[in-house]
């Protein structure tokens, strides 16, 4: 009997789309259609693949009508907040932009005798396995720069947004980039490690969770492949006495709940200066009750469903550990809430690091919040975690914050805002949250390999 997938909508439980798997043959046939396209798509002109792509995240742009609707219907997030092409396209955009200096020889030296450079060069075919909760922009973040760099790609989507890869390839496929350059496919986890173990891939980056992290690299173990990694995370923001205390509250807050609090670099936890404190928590707990929970169709919703119900049950069952502890919650639950997928955003005091809430990832729309007295109480508790991602501070002290930013460790420091990526920067983390790096110069860097040329003119 075939095996297939089944994305079940959060909306009301029914099944928004079924595909069945690709069969251990059938994927090892993919992956060597893969490998033998590569060398010819890297003989193109660097322009050509950088014109390809491009076109192929136009065509994506073009369906964002059928996209939007989709992406509420498999994972939950309200139509009204247009879709993720914004942000798909200003990543694509910014590789395709700096991809003929980032991927340019390094010159070392010539004169009469010797020229000697080094070229960056493709590393093969290219896995992504891509996340559900931003699904087209964890996505383009590798697939972009791997093919413009001449790799050719093979992705495969989450269950919860089955469909998107789908999507993704007939809009690259119809702007021309060849069906074995980059084809999308249907895995169960079995398969992917099989691939892995027996060195399909030349390079595999993976968005998800720390145990997906963990089989990844349990999987290519000995194989030699290169494995990039964003995980966990558990992101701080920190508000010092000096902050625009308005704009830190409408921002972390924002970045704690928005999708759901379903975000790689969501704020889990904030630190304020206790003489901020009250007034923080007043203005945080009127924006939260300001949202509308419900169906993520309707354009007045402001949250929508967890994109599964088993998320929204670890989110409740940390909101209700905390509370045993001694935790207090400021908002009472929503009408809309089920107890299922919907789930009512949660802000949380009294909280210590020994809640689970404070300590594991909740992903989902929760926040607890302390009181600090100064800085090095606020970066002690920032560092007590297993994960560094992003992490937020706020302060009118430019220097003070990269003092601050300093000691933290995190993959990036951001003031005065949160919960964004910037493609001019490498996006990357630290500790449980991973290893490798994204976008920018550095993610070429990572999806290429270096190739010395040491050439003597001259035998005499």
Same mark, same amino acid.
């Given at each position: 009997m075939t095996k297939t997938l089944q994305c079940i909508s959060p909306i009301d439980g029914s099944v928004f789309a079924e595909r069945p798997v690709l069969t251990p043959d059938e994927a090892r046939a993919a992956t060597a259609r893969g490998k033998a396209a590569q060398a010819a798509w890297a003989a193109r002109p660097l322009q050509e693949r950088i014109d390809l792509v491009m076109a192929g995240v136009a065509a994506v742009g073009d369906m964002n009508d059928v996209i939007v609707p989709e992406l509420a219907g498999m994972m939950g997030r309200p139509v009204r907040y247009g879709g993720e092409f914004g942000g798909f396209n200003e990543r694509a955009s910014y590789m395709a932009e700096i991809a003929k200096r980032a991927l340019a020889d390094i010159e070392v030296g010539e004169d009469a005798?010797?020229?000697?450079?080094? %070229?960056? =060069?493709?590393?093969?075919? =290219?896995? =992504? +396995?891509?996340?559900?909760?931003?699904?087209?922009?964890?996505?383009?973040?590798? +697939?972009?720069?791997?093919?413009?760099? /001449?790799?050719? +790609?093979?992705? %495969?989507?989450?269950?919860? &947004?089955? =469909?998107?890869?789908?999507?993704?390839? %007939?809009?690259?496929h119809s702007a021309g980039i060849p069906e074995d350059v980059f084809q999308n496919v249907f895995l169960d986890h079995d398969t992917t490690s099989v691939l892995i173990s027996e060195n399909a891939f030349d390079f595999v980056n993976f968005t998800g969770s720390v145990g997906g992290g963990q089989a990844m690299e349990r999987a290519a173990a000995g194989t030699f492949t290169g494995v990039g990694l964003e995980l966990g995370g558990k992101d701080p923001g920190y508000v010092m006495e000096d902050a625009d205390l308005d704009a830190a509250v409408a921002t972390l807050i924002d970045a704690a709940m928005f999708n759901s609090g379903q975000c790689c670099c969501g704020i889990e936890r904030i630190y304020v200066h206790e003489s901020l404190f009250d007034a923080f928590i007043e203005k945080a707990v009127a924006v939260v009750n300001g949202y509308k929970l419900g169906n993520p169709l309707d354009a007045e919703t402001t949250i929508g469903p967890m994109a599964n119900v088993r998320f929204a049950t670890e989110v409740r069952a940390q909101i209700d550990e905390a509370l045993a502890m001694g935790a207090k919650a400021h908002i009472d639950t929503f009408a809309e809430d089920d107890g299922a997928a919907y789930l009512t955003p949660q802000i949380l005091t009294n909280v210590t690091h020994d809640m689970r809430v404070m300590r594991d990832e909740s992903f989902g729309p929760v926040v607890g919040i302390m009181p600090v007295k100064d800085d090095e109480e606020a970066i002690a508790l920032m560092n007590d975690s297993d994960f560094g991602l992003t992490a937020s501070l706020w302060t009118s002290d430019l220097d003070r914050a990269e003092r601050v930013?300093?000691?933290?460790? &995190?993959?990036?420091?951001?003031?005065?805002?949160?919960?964004?990526?910037?493609?001019?920067?490498?996006?990357?983390?630290?500790?449980? &949250?991973?290893? /490798? /790096?994204?976008?920018?110069?550095?993610?070429? $860097?990572?999806?290429?390999?270096?190739?010395?040329? $040491?050439?003597? %003119?001259?035998t005499q």
């Open positions: 005798t010797f020229k000697r450079y080094i %070229k960056r =060069v493709p590393l093969g075919l =290219v896995f =992504v +396995v891509a996340p559900w909760n931003y699904p087209y922009m964890t996505a383009i973040n590798t +697939v972009a720069p791997a093919l413009i760099a /001449g790799n050719t +790609v093979m992705l %495969k989507h989450a269950t919860q &947004t089955l =469909v998107v890869g789908e999507r993704m390839a %007939k809009a690259f930013g300093d000691r933290i460790e &995190t993959g990036t420091v951001f003031l005065n805002r949160a919960d964004y990526l910037d493609p001019g920067l490498c996006w990357t983390g630290c500790k449980q &949250t991973g290893r /490798g /790096g994204g976008l920018s110069v550095i993610g070429y $860097h990572n999806l290429t390999r270096p190739k010395s040329y $040491h050439l003597k %003119k001259v």
